[in-house]
């Protein structure tokens, strides 16, 4: 048998160990086909990805003598095979997704699930680097002292429920944002919302049923004004080019406390001037965005896993709001001079069908947004395909999605993690 000189499948056995199957050539999947990876779809294993084997899917790879799709067999009778997937840090867009045969019922955790490869001895995954900033460099983060810096925060803020949650959200899930809130630096996360008015599928904070666990807890409480308040202005005072964001994966939507939500964002903004205050939101309400703005609001980050109404309502399951009203509130915030930016879910043999790219060609061309962010959705992507009846036929593929982007949109920012708009 020919030995492929190209990628090939990487599996693990029960005890969580590599092994490489050198006589097949690794594939990859995108939405419900399963494509020969090549060596231009694939980069080093970035420093801070974690590696996963799923349990009751079985590992394939390609015959290259035929073409042929093969199950991984058992390196003995008494063993199993499992497929290998990588979780990739932010600034990795995901090309390629794990092919596996799926034999339990169990679904996988919300996780954003690559395609990984043995590539001249080496693991590789099938990805690319959407933003290379610095601030987001696992190396800054989880150090020794953080425990310290946390404990130091809650006497500062004795009380302050805000500042609980995010030393438990810094210590127990490694969040990056509650992270930067103890380091005093860059884009700090402040929870405010319990409640949220949509059930999207993949959300990371709260399942209703035991479909798709999720991976964190969302804050059971509403913070005060004032508790917003205290923690906001410290960070935009002393930190190191600092941003506050409302609406966390440990919360609902922020928007929904829109009254004291616009208060808040007023009483920052009598307090100082520097830093950027950001919110991350479904944009459910245009009249909410419209009175931030008035008082001080710097950007919106939207997120939307589809500029399709059918598609948006069968993922995010809206409750008493449309896609309309999203179009409408990206719309008030360009009006209103507030940047804007589409946190894209991105889910590759989905986003990259025709009619999902043409309907987000057409939103872009009405609602010229200033930035991109591309987001590995975090899901099992069987769930989501079953959910969102993908047919059969294959995208475009993600990199052409990407590189269409660029072309057709130069004053577009593609990247993967909002930006300071004042310092």
């Known amino acids: 048998m020919?030995?492929?000189?190209?990628?090939?499948?990487?599996?693990?056995?029960?005890?969580?160990?590599?092994?490489?199957?050198?006589?097949?050539?690794?594939?990859?999947r995108s939405g419900r086909e399963i494509w020969a990876l090549e060596e231009e779809d694939l980069i080093p294993l970035?420093?801070?990805?974690?590696?996963?084997?799923?349990?009751?899917?079985?590992?394939?790879?390609?015959?290259?003598?035929?073409?042929?799709l093969r199950e991984i067999c058992p390196l003995s009778e008494s063993d199993e095979t499992y497929p290998v997937a990588a979780i990739l840090p932010s600034g990795y867009t995901r090309l390629f997704l794990p092919a596996w045969q799926r034999e339990s019922d169990v679904d996988l955790p919300l996780f954003g699930y690559t395609a990984v490869a043995d590539l001249r001895g080496e693991l590789y995954v099938a990805a690319c680097?959407?933003?290379?900033?610095?601030?987001?460099?696992?190396?800054?983060?989880?150090?020794p002292?953080?425990?310290?810096?946390?404990?130091?925060?809650?006497?500062?803020?004795?009380?302050?429920?805000?500042?609980?949650?995010?030393?438990r959200c810094a210590i127990e899930y490694h969040c990056l944002t509650a992270q930067n809130l103890f380091y005093r630096r860059w884009e700090a996360g402040v929870p405010i919302s319990p409640a949220c008015n949509a059930n999207c599928v993949g959300c990371i904070s709260l399942q209703e049923s035991g479909c798709c666990p999720s991976p964190q807890s969302r804050i059971n409480?509403?913070?005060?004004?004032?508790?917003?308040?205290?923690?906001?202005?410290?960070?935009?005072e002393n930190g190191e080019d600092p941003m506050v964001s409302f609406g966390q994966g440990c919360e609902g939507e922020p928007l929904l406390r829109g009254d004291d939500l616009v208060q808040s964002v007023r009483r920052i903004r009598e307090r100082t001037s520097k830093g950027t205050i950001n919110i991350n939101t479904n944009g459910s309400d245009p009249d909410v965005i419209w009175r931030l703005a008035q008082n001080g609001l710097d950007s919106i980050r939207v997120s939307l896993l589809s500029?399709?109404?059918?598609?948006?309502?069968?993922?995010?399951?809206p409750a008493n709001y449309s896609l309309a009203d999203v179009r409408r509130t990206i719309?008030?915030?360009?009006?209103?001079?507030?940047?804007?930016?589409?946190?894209?879910?991105?889910?590759?043999?989905?986003?990259?069908?025709?009619?999902?790219?043409?309907?987000?060609?057409?939103?872009?061309?009405?609602?010229?947004?200033?930035?991109?962010?591309?987001?590995n959705l975090n899901i099992d992507p069987d769930v989501f395909f079953d959910i969102m009846g993908l047919p059969a036929a294959g995208g475009i593929g993600v990199k052409q999605l990407i590189d269409e982007l660029e072309s057709r949109y130069p004053d577009l920012r593609i990247g993967s993690y909002s930006i300071p708009i004042r310092s």
């Open 2 to 28: 020919r030995v492929p000189e190209g990628p090939k499948p990487v599996f693990a056995d029960p005890l969580g160990r590599l092994h490489t199957a050198s006589e097949l050539q690794a594939v990859g």
């Open 46 to 68: 970035p420093p801070g990805s974690d590696l996963f084997y799923a349990v009751g899917r079985v590992p394939l790879g390609m015959s290259p003598e035929t073409g042929e």
């Open 129 to 143: 680097l959407t933003d290379d900033s610095n601030k987001w460099n696992p190396l800054h983060y989880n150090s």
């Open 145 to 167: 002292e953080l425990p310290g810096l946390t404990e130091e925060f809650r006497k500062r803020f004795r009380g302050n429920r805000i500042v609980e949650q995010l030393s």
């Open 221 to 236: 409480f509403a913070p005060t004004i004032d508790e917003i308040v205290a923690v906001a202005v410290y960070h935009l």
């Open 307 to 317: 500029a399709k109404a059918e598609s948006y309502s069968r993922y995010h399951r």
């Open 331 to 375: 719309g008030t915030a360009l009006e209103s001079g507030v940047f804007v930016s589409i946190n894209l879910l991105l889910m590759p043999g989905f986003t990259d069908q025709e009619p999902e790219v043409n309907a987000l060609f057409e939103l872009l061309d009405q609602l010229p947004v200033g930035m991109v962010q591309l987001r």
